[in-house]
């Protein structure tokens, strides 16, 4: 599996060819179509993270020290963006999850999103998927 | 006479950026209004100038800044005609000047047993530290809700209202909905029930009446920032009466008369409630945004606003499944609107990228949101210098979205 550092090129490198905004977010808007999906099981109370404005439900499990997500929104833009997140962190060694830093939101332009912290819930998501890999590593969780 | 939006447009520097490579399409003046340049010189030429500490100094320059400063207090009481000039009292804005009120006002006239009344389109800072003033004393806090047009429910209001009743906040205007409350009747009925009435006034004051004696109110509050003013500086008005029947805010210089350690008097209004080195470029340069409002016709103001919102209504109401929120018999300045399908973050974050601001969200009115059982919506709001224009680039951009959206 590739690592956290070469996926996040390979994102900056797919949005690169995409210089217009509307292009941008037509693309994220169908990575999140393509990539979240998240069973009715897991669409919890438990599972929200709580934007101001949108809602996301993260899934999160430990398996031998590596974590998996699965991740849904209410705003499609949100669930573009926890696509990206997913393609980055699900699959990936805890260890690396907590080390991570996430330089790809600056790069392709997105990181509005994270610096609106309130309104969409993308920080509160990132810091939610830190401390649960703190608690994966080593396999435990 | 008509107003010149054209004229007036080009005093806006901000109004010929781009965004996002497209020209600016600004539409959301209720968040702040922009700046015309006559109140960017205000506080350039004060800071470059005669910028210096004031109701102290010896100085000359001292001397020139606090007679801007209580010039700016004397344009802003004949802006919202008030009797006295000390009737005015700076503040950080609405939020600050309605914790004043809700603080010493609750001290000195809110027992346990008493009701405070607000209503449910109430924004977020005329509904907590009423709230929170209801904790402190054990006062009963009642709200008025409002119908599915948006319209007070005065049945409800006229109920609550009784001996018990201290005082009543309502909005003037309301942000999310753009409801205008029948402001001199809902004052009438507190005062027929001897409870006094703070009027929320920042949705108001720079669009419909605001004469705060033609209303009646005890206590009116407004932020410099949405009226084309800066950020920072805000009004409380109060009655000259109820400004001496009430305890300060906070303490400190300024706000003194004698201080000793036995015993502290205090110094009059306004200085009573206003504890420390105050703004003292925010009244110069609210006073310069005033004195640009008062080179035009309020009328005109008024009619020119009427008409690209009504306007805006029906361009927006072409739209398949789109819903407006907020059909009260009068409203100004506001389009709170969904499309069916569509998440208002998603709609406003696209917006965005076809240069046009908008804001999203519950717009500091939860209460508002519940009643409607929504989450959210977006909102449009206008200001003295929007057109049919930014209405038509609104709607084109609305349309690109849902189009990209594939609908
Ligand atoms: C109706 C209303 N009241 C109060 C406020 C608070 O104003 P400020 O944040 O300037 O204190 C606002 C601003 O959003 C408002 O729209």
Redesign the interface.
């Known amino acids: 599996m590739a690592s956290i550092q070469e996926i996040q090129g390979q994102i900056v490198d797919d949005f690169s060819f995409l210089p217009a905004w509307d292009e941008r977010y037509a693309y994220l808007i169908e990575l999140g179509q393509k990539n979240t999906l998240l069973p009715e099981e897991y669409r919890t109370e438990d599972n929200i993270v709580r934007g101001c404005q949108s809602l996301v439900w993260l899934h999160k499990e430990c398996r031998q020290g590596e974590v998996f997500l699965q991740a849904d929104s209410d705003s499609l833009i949100v669930k573009g963006l926890a696509a990206l997140l997913l393609q980055v962190f699900s699959g990936q060694p805890a260890e690396a999850v907590i080390k991570a830093d996430l330089t790809f939101f600056k790069e392709i332009g997105l990181d509005k999103h994270l610096s609106s912290q309130r309104a969409n819930g993308l920080l509160a998501m990132v810091e939610e998927i830190k401390a649960f890999a703190a608690q994966c590593v080593g396999g435990a969780a | 006479m008509a107003i010149d939006i054209d004229k007036i447009r080009a005093d806006f520097p901000i109004l010929s950026t781009l965004v996002?490579g497209k020209p600016l399409v600004y539409l959301d003046n209720a968040a702040t209004t922009q700046k015309p340049r006559p109140v960017i010189e205000a506080i350039t030429d004060y800071y470059s100038s005669y910028n210096s500490n004031i109701h102290r100094g010896t100085h000359h320059l001292s001397n020139l800044a606090t007679e801007a400063h209580e010039a700016a207090r004397k344009t802003i009481q004949r802006y919202i005609n008030a009797e006295h000039a000390h009737e005015v009292i700076f503040t950080r804005g609405t939020t600050e000047a309605i914790n004043l009120v809700a603080f010493s006002f609750g001290e000195a006239f809110v027992n346990p047993g008493d009701d405070v009344i607000v209503t449910t389109m109430d924004h977020h800072s005329n509904f907590v530290p009423w709230q929170m003033m209801c904790e402190r004393r054990g006062a009963n806090f009642r709200v008025v809700p409002f119908d599915e047009n948006g319209d007070l429910r005065l049945d409800v209001y006229q109920n609550l209202l009784g001996e018990k009743t201290r005082i009543v906040a309502f909005n003037h205007v309301s942000n999310s909905l753009g409801t205008i409350n029948p402001a001199k009747k809902v004052i009438q009925m507190a005062h027929d029930a001897g409870a006094a009435v703070l009027v929320d006034a920042a949705q108001s004051v720079q669009h419909i009446e605001h004469d705060v004696r033609a209303l009646d109110a005890d206590f009116y509050a407004f932020s410099g920032h949405k009226i084309y003013g800066p950020t920072g500086i805000g009004v409380l008005y109060g009655k000259e009466a109820w400004l001496d029947a009430i305890p300060p805010y906070q303490g400190g210089g300024e706000m003194i008369d004698q201080v000793s350690i036995e015993r502290t008097t205090y110094n009059k209004p306004p200085f009573k409630f206003e504890a420390g080195t105050p703004n003292i470029v925010g009244p110069i340069g609210l006073a310069a945004a005033i004195d640009y409002l008062n080179g035009l016709d309020f009328a005109d103001i008024m009619a020119s606003e009427d008409s690209v919102l009504k306007y805006g209504r029906s361009r927006l109401l072409e739209i398949d499944g789109l819903t407006i929120y907020g059909n009260a018999q009068h409203r100004t300045s506001i389009l709170a609107f969904n499309i069916d399908g569509v998440?208002?973050?998603?709609l406003g974050?696209?917006l965005d990228?076809?240069g046009v601001a908008v804001r999203?969200?519950?717009h500091c009115t939860q209460p508002i949101m519940t009643a409607l059982q929504i989450?959210?919506t977006v909102r449009a709001s206008l200001a003295l210098y929007n057109t049919r224009d930014d209405i038509d680039a609104l709607v084109a951009a609305i349309r690109?979205v849902l189009k990209?959206?594939g609908r």
């Open positions: 996002n998440h208002h973050y998603d974050t696209l990228t076809h999203t969200g519950h989450d959210g690109k990209m959206l």
